[in-house]
């Protein structure tokens, strides 16, 4: 697993475990929606935090990500985005943006594709709005930004990637995606030299 490091701007972001065994992660969540809510919160609301906390975790571990977090402006309504980071296959760019611009079923609106150049290396950013089933028939909106960056050694690579489902409040979300991933760093030297070991 690569070192990529990164910088979470702002108080209001609580870090997942992406190590350990899966049915750790219930008690995880349970202590932290009881850190999170005031100690007079009603059952139901401290069971519905943990209950989503766990997802997000036994998901960040399914995704093998080297790091992945919540962001929870307010504990009492829930979670406002996941962020995480994992390490992908290194690729070529512009093979990577010709396909990102082809329209999936699920895109409500056509992918906002383009390449740029973040501190930790070149990378292809992708801004999608689309459609995912929710309960029963229904389906709801998720927007997202996703950068996969390539480390300047050209072998590593990174999926640094922010999802919401508050669409209406999209634009500051996409910004904070921008400001985290221009905070994405792969630690030199690596890997690891003898003496470092």
């Given amino acids: 697993m690569t070192a990529w490091e990164v910088t979470l701007p702002g108080a209001s972001w609580l870090e997942l475990p ?74 070529d760019l512009d093979e990577l943006e010709r396909e990102l611009r082809s329209a999936q079923p699920d895109d409500l609106t056509p992918p906002e594709v383009r390449q740029m150049r973040l501190p930790a290396g070149p990378a292809c950013r992708v801004r999608r709005l689309v459609t995912v089933p929710a309960r029963g028939a229904e389906q709801v909106l998720s927007g997202s930004v996703a950068y996969y960056v390539l480390g300047d050694d050209g072998v590593t690579a990174a999926e640094l990637h922010l999802e919401w489902l508050a669409v209406a409040v999209g634009e500051g979300l996409a910004e904070l995606a921008d400001e985290v991933a221009a905070g994405l760093v792969l630690p030199r030297p690596w890997p690891p030299g003898p003496t470092d070991a």
């Fill in 18 to 91: 992406v190590n350990g065994r899966a049915e750790d992660a219930l008690a995880w969540a349970r202590k932290s929606a009881a850190e999170l809510l005031p100690a007079d919160a009603p059952a139901d609301l401290a069971d519905a935090l943990a209950a989503e906390l766990e997802v997000h975790a036994r998901y960040a571990r399914r995704l093998d990500a080297v790091l992945a977090a919540v962001l929870i402006l307010e504990p009492a309504a829930g979670v406002l985005a996941v962020l995480f980071v994992r390490d992908v296959p290194a690729v």
